[in-house]
């Protein structure tokens, strides 16, 4: 009788914790930032989740919301080219320097002109 209880008890925590695992939003594919007069950044989103793994690398700094870059300059609460810098260039830059694989550190690499 007990030993039943447990069952049921583990085998909903399993279901619950395993809809958790799969219904984490990863966000778009590919995401298009706004870069101001330089013009617009694709960003590869989930080739980045492959690489970086930790989602806190970058959104311990921003949200996990769409345009949120752009409202937190708005707001204020970011700088303009901070996130480019103090994340993004800074990982890669860092990789490069290290001999590893690693994105792009040239304005027209990110940036494109439309
Ligand atoms: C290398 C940086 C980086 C990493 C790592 C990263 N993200 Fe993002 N994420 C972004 C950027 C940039 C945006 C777009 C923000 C904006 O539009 O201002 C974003 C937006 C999102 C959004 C909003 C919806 C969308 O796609 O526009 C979700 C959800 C999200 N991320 C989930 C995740 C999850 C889950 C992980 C970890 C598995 C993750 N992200 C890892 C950079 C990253
Ligand atoms: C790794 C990609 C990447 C590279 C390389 C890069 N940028 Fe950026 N840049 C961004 C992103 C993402 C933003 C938007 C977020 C922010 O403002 O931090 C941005 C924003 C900017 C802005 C702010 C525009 C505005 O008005 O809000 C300027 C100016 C800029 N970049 C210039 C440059 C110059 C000059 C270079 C070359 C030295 C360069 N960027 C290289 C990704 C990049
Ligand atoms: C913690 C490290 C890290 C951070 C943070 C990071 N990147 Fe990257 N990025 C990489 C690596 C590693 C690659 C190379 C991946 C590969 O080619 O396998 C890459 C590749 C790229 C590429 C080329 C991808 C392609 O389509 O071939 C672009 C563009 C880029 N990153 C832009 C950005 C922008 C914009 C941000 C900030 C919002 C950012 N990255 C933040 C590590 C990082």
Do not use: Y
Request: hydrophobic fraction near 35%; charge should be positive; include cysteine.
């Amino acid at each position: 009788m007990k030993i039943r209880v447990i069952w049921t008890v583990l085998l909903i925590f399993c279901f619950i914790s395993s809809a958790a695992v799969a219904v984490q939003n990863k966000g778009s594919k590919e995401i298009k930032l706004d870069g101001g007069k330089k013009g617009p950044i694709s960003f590869a989103h989930h080739l980045h989740q492959n690489v970086v793994v930790d989602c806190n690398v970058c959104h311990s700094i921003f949200p996990k919301e769409q345009g949120t870059i752009k409202d937190l300059i708005a707001q204020k609460e970011l700088k303009k080219k901070q996130v480019m810098n103090k994340t993004c260039l800074k990982c890669h830059r860092a990789k490069k320097k290290a001999g590893e694989d690693h994105g792009p550190t040239a304005c027209s690499a990110c940036h494109i002109k439309e």
